[in-house]
């Protein structure tokens, strides 16, 4: 996790009347219990020790800031990663002077709108103490240098890749690319198996040899046509992804990529400039409504009927009439705060077509995913020098996600 950018501070805007909105569900998050129950154990990542007191501060604080999804796992899953990561960190024996710290606090009050002394004290009264506060911040920013000083050198694109990015945003024309693709699902018990198949495919050699594996394991609906996708303009495709495409040579295997619950590899076919320039967007409109069952034959039939009833988002509503507001999410999100996943699922759609390639974490559901429309930017004039930058920041954070799930695979979680 990166400091800051991964807890889409968009809807920090206005924060303090929010906290101070929750206040009441963070004293009763707070009833006190027996000190030795709060400070055991909870989570052994290796030999280091989560306990109950410290998830507790980190499911408050991501109610808190009314970070998407299960605040309790995003909390659980969070604090294993910093586990992962001190290590790592103090191995390269990096450490942060105090103003430092001070600076990402100021920094994280700053993005809420408010003071560090106002944000201190809406948190306080939700009960996370300042401690909490400066644990993230200092392991946000400590894993942010650390990465760059491991993997600067490898992030830095070439400047053929560089001329490449230039042409793509100038007005002069676009860039698009034919991809093949594996979406290969991981849980718990299949990490392992999944991670070594993955690194296999991403060894072979020729289209014939990864299309049949798309047959084999991929979870996408590609998978009938060996993986193919037809072509897509560079810039539909995730940000994080562009940087990665990019670099392979017509025929080659992007190594392994983790998504959320699946490994994704990507095999360029071609990839082609074409006069019409290629539009970067400022924001993008999707809707997931939920449908119970997960992959079943009856929820894919349900979802199936569903998608030749429906012609627009605002079509949805009415399937959802009467369900938990959970049950249809609708948002509008730059690229960049896409979920990996779906903006990969995005990038495949034109306005009102729909995908049913993923599913919850668990598998319980499937996400119905519709597009809804793409809010066309205006591009600016980027000096080489600012590319340069956003391909190795991009960069940066897909070697990020790699080793931390590396690491995590070559270590021993255990739950109390």
Same mark, same amino acid.
């Given at each position: 996790?990166?400091?800051?950018?991964?807890?889409?501070?968009?809807?920090?805007?206005?924060?303090?009347?929010?906290?101070?909105?929750?206040?009441?569900?963070?004293?009763?998050?707070?009833?006190?219990?027996?000190?030795?129950?709060?400070?055991?154990?909870?989570?052994?990542?290796?030999?280091?020790?989560?306990?109950?007191?410290?998830?507790?501060?980190?499911?408050?604080?991501?109610?808190?800031?009314?970070?998407?999804?299960?605040?309790?796992?995003?909390?659980?899953?969070?604090?294993?990663?910093?586990?992962?990561?001190?290590?790592?960190?103090?191995?390269?024996?990096?450490?942060?002077?105090?103003?430092?710290?001070?600076?990402?606090?100021?920094?994280?009050?700053?993005?809420?709108?408010?003071?560090?002394?106002?944000?201190?004290?809406?948190?306080?009264?939700?009960?996370?103490?300042?401690?909490?506060?400066?644990?993230?911040?200092?392991?946000?920013?400590?894993?942010?240098?650390?990465?760059?000083?491991?993997?600067?050198?490898?992030?830095?694109?070439?400047?053929?890749?560089?001329?490449?990015?230039?042409?793509?945003?100038?007005?002069?024309?676009?860039?698009?690319?034919?991809?093949?693709?594996?979406?290969?699902?991981?849980?718990?018990?299949? %990490? =392992? @198996?999944?991670? $070594? &198949? !993955?690194? #296999?495919? +991403?060894?072979? *050699?020729? %289209? =014939? @040899?990864?299309? $049949? &594996? !798309?047959? #084999?394991? +991929?979870?996408? *609906?590609?998978? =009938?046509?060996?993986?193919?996708?037809?072509?897509?303009?560079?810039?539909?495709?995730?940000?994080?992804?562009?940087?990665?495409?990019?670099?392979?040579?017509?025929?080659?295997?992007?190594?392994?990529?983790?998504?959320?619950?699946?490994?994704?590899?990507?095999?360029?076919?071609?990839?082609?400039?074409?006069?019409?320039?290629?539009?970067?967007?400022?924001?993008?409109?999707?809707?997931?409504?939920?449908?119970?069952?997960?992959?079943?034959?009856?929820?894919?039939?349900?979802?199936?009927?569903?998608?030749?009833?429906?012609?627009?988002?605002?079509?949805?509503?009415?399937?959802?009439?009467?369900?938990?507001?959970?049950?249809?999410?609708?948002?509008?999100?730059?690229?960049?705060?896409?979920?990996?996943?779906?903006?990969?699922?995005?990038?495949?759609?034109?306005?009102?077509?729909?995908?049913?390639?993923?599913?919850?974490?668990?598998?319980?559901?499937?996400?119905?995913?519709?597009?809804?429309?793409?809010?066309?930017?205006?591009?600016?004039?980027?000096?080489?020098?600012?590319?340069?930058?956003?391909?190795?920041?991009?960069?940066?954070?897909?070697?990020?996600?790699?080793?931390?799930?590396?690491?995590?695979?070559?270590?021993?979680?255990?739950?109390?």
């Amino acid at each position: 996790m990166q400091l800051i950018s991964s807890f889409e501070f968009r809807s920090l805007t206005g924060a303090l009347s929010r906290l101070c909105a929750v206040v009441a569900l963070g004293a009763v998050l707070n009833t006190p219990v027996a000190a030795q129950s709060l400070f055991s154990p909870a989570i052994m990542v290796n030999d280091d020790v989560i306990t109950h007191y410290e998830l507790e501060q980190r499911e408050l604080f991501m109610r808190l800031l009314r970070v998407p999804g299960d605040p309790v796992e995003t909390a659980r899953e969070e604090l294993i990663l910093d586990r992962l990561k001190l290590p790592a960190i103090e191995d390269a024996g990096i450490e942060l002077a105090e103003e430092d710290i001070q600076a990402g606090m100021d920094d994280f009050a700053k993005r809420a709108g408010l003071s560090t002394e106002d944000f201190l004290k809406a948190l306080d009264a939700g009960g996370v103490s300042v401690e909490t506060l400066r644990d993230f911040v200092t392991v946000g920013l400590a894993w942010r240098e650390y990465i760059r000083a491991r993997f600067l050198g490898q992030a830095r694109p070439s400047p053929e890749e560089i001329d490449r990015a230039i042409g793509r945003e100038g007005g002069g024309g676009g860039l698009r690319v034919l991809l093949s693709e594996i979406i290969i699902p991981i849980t718990p018990q299949t %990490l =392992d @198996a999944v991670e $070594a &198949e !993955a690194e #296999r495919i +991403s060894k072979l *050699e020729g %289209l =014939d @040899a990864f299309s $049949a &594996e !798309a047959t #084999r394991f +991929s979870a996408a *609906e590609t998978r =009938d046509n060996g993986g193919r996708l037809d072509w897509l303009p560079i810039n539909d495709l995730p940000p994080s992804l562009r940087p990665i495409l990019l670099a392979l040579s017509p025929g080659e295997i992007s190594s392994p990529i983790p998504l959320p619950n699946a490994v994704a590899l990507f095999q360029l076919r071609d990839i082609q400039e074409y006069g019409t320039p290629t539009p970067s967007y400022s924001a993008i409109e999707y809707a997931i409504y939920y449908m119970a069952g997960g992959r079943s034959p009856e929820t894919l039939s349900a979802a199936n009927a569903l998608r030749n009833r429906v012609d627009t988002c605002n079509d949805l509503y009415g399937v959802a009439l009467g369900l938990p507001s959970e049950a249809l999410d609708r948002r509008t999100q730059k690229p960049s705060e896409i979920p990996r996943d779906i903006a990969l699922e995005l990038a495949k759609l034109d306005d009102g077509e729909v995908s049913t390639a993923l599913t919850t974490s668990q598998g319980q559901s499937l996400m119905f995913i519709m597009m809804c429309g793409r809010s066309a930017s205006i591009n600016d004039d980027a000096t080489r020098d600012e590319i340069t930058v956003a391909l190795t920041q991009q960069r940066l954070n897909t070697l990020s996600e790699t080793f931390l799930s590396q690491l995590r695979a070559n270590s021993v979680i255990v739950e109390k």
